[in-house]
Every structure is written in structure tokens, then in C-alpha cells.
């Protein structure tokens, strides 16, 4: 179906910003499924009935460093594209660390214009760069 919404998983233990992405994304017309941590995105993942397009995770989660669940994740969904976002400093060598440097990365507090750009520019330079939206 080249009709299909991007579906986008958003794991992010802090539910009301969890919960202003996944309306910001829905807005701008991608399908999004929420995790609060790791343990939930992997059940998320696997019930998804499709693969995901794109990632949006906290680096920190409660129960896992966010690259390690990232690493899993793509198991599951090898073309899936991924945003990290976190209050931490970019340039911290420990955070940044098994974080390949191509990654994107928004750093906390962002601006919903910044996050919606990330999605359109992972979707514009992926596999189906024809059908992305173009927003941005």
C-alpha cells in the first residue's frame, strides 16, 4: 500500500511528552505506537502487525540504555530509521557511546518543528523517498 501512514514507535518514559510527540506526529499524518519503556516497546514492536518506519527513543529509559533496545528493535525492523532524544549533552563521550555518529539526535528541550523535520528528513532519504510527505 504506498497509501500508508509512516508508522512511527515513540518510547519515552515521561508520558506527557510522550504523549505531545505521538499528537504532533499524528498531525502531521504519521500512525504512532507509544512505549513508556524498553521491556514495552519490544511487546509494542512485535504486535505492530507491520514493520515500523521510524524510532523516536530517550536514550535513558528505566529498564535499558535506549542503544541497546535500538539494536533490538532492529532485528525486528532492519529498515527502521532512528531519532535519539535526550537532556544530556551531545558531546558527552559515555552518553554518546555505541552511538553510531550518522544517528540523529535531538536534544531536550526541542522544538516540535525540529522533531518533525527529523521524521520528514528520515523519510525523504529512505527507501520510499517518493512517497514521504515532504514536511518539514
Known sequence: M??????ILIVEDEE????LFATAL??????VLQAGTAEEALLVAEDAGRPIDALLMDIMLPD?????LAQSLRVMHPDMGVVYASG????DPIMM?????????LHKPFEIGDLIAEMGSIFEHGPESATASGEA
Open 2 to 7: 504506498s497509501d500508508q501512514k509512516k508508522l
Open 26 to 31: 499524528e498531525q502531521h499524518g504519521y500512525q
Open 16 to 19: 506527557p511528552a510522550r504523549r
Open 97 to 105: 557511546s555505541g552511538i553510531d555518529p550518522e544517528t540523529r539526535f
Open 64 to 68: 535499558s540504555w535506549g542503544t541497546r
Open 88 to 91: 544530556y549533552a551531545q558531546d
